[in-house]
T-cell receptor, first 114, second 112 residues
Framework: DARVTQTPRHKVTEMGQEVTMRCQPI?????VFWYRQTMMQGLELLAY????????DSGMPKDRFSAEMPDATLATLKIQPSEPRDSAVYFC????????????FGSGTRLTVV | TQLLEQSPQFLSIQEGENLTVYCNSS?????LQWYRQEPGEGPVLLVT?????EVKKLKRLTFQFGDARKDSSLHITAAQPGDTGLYLC????????????FGQGTTLQVKP
């Protein structure tokens, strides 16, 4: 099972700046999830896609967050403008339609907004 | 709303000790999964349990799914420092969505 690569691994940015996080490879038939992890909230689902179509992004603050799949192997999560409360570790995960196969997580992007 | 509650939240033990971590819910789940997360990495799937009462073993780790499919436990025998990490249980949210909800996790520290 191919690994999921997230870039960048770490990002420090100033409040108000745009942040783009990338996740690949994603196979076209899989389901892609974006999670945010903090000490207080644990793993929170932000959005997920299947076959490049967004299925649910209700966990995301839509005024500043956007999630897309520009092509069949790449998923992106963008924050514009970023705020200090967005500081967290962001994970993407690849799942199979028969979900008992479990998720394959990336190593995460640790975002710090100062 | 489906919730998964894990206990304890934090566990610090000496190498060689046994421990059990619990994952409980008031909702019935069709299956539950356990993940382990090491610092600086994403969670890694350990096991999926799908049948009420099911017991699965992975070396020194024993996973059990409750008969009513509302709870699960993870038992580690003779813990080793390499077992240190965050243990997360997860279950499907909704029907056939592929979406998982996660418990808050149990942080395990095994001291040599």
């Amino acid at each position: 099972d191919a690994r999921v690569t997230q870039t960048p691994r770490h990002k420090v940015t100033e409040m108000g700046q745009e942040v783009t996080m990338r996740c690949q490879p994603i196979l076209g038939h899989n389901t892609v999830f974006w999670y945010r992890q903090t000490m207080m909230q644990g793993l929170e689902l932000l959005a997920y896609f299947r076959n490049r179509a967004p299925l649910d992004d209700s966990g995301m603050p839509k005024d500043r967050f956007s999630a897309e799949m520009p092509d069949a192997t790449l998923a992106t999560l963008k924050i514009q403008p970023s705020e200090p409360r967005d500081s967290a570790v962001y994970f993407c995960a690849r799942g199979t339609f028969g979900w008992n196969g479990g998720y394959t997580f990336g190593s995460g992007t640790r975002l710090t907004v100062v | 709303t489906q919730l998964l509650e894990q206990s304890p939240q934090f566990l610090s033990i000496q190498e060689g000790e046994n421990l059990t971590v619990y994952c409980n819910s008031s909702s019935v789940f069709s299956s539950l999964q356990w993940y382990r997360q090491e610092p600086g990495e994403g969670p890694v799937l350990l096991v999926t349990v799908v049948t009420g009462g099911e017991v699965k073993k992975l070396k020194r780790l024993t996973f059990q799914f409750g008969d009513a499919r509302k709870d699960s436990s993870l038992h580690i025998t003779a813990a080793q420092p390499g077992d240190t990490g965050l243990y997360l249980c997860a279950g499907p949210s909704g029907s056939n969505t592929g979406k998982l909800i996660f418990g808050q996790g149990t942080t395990l520290q095994v001291k040599p």
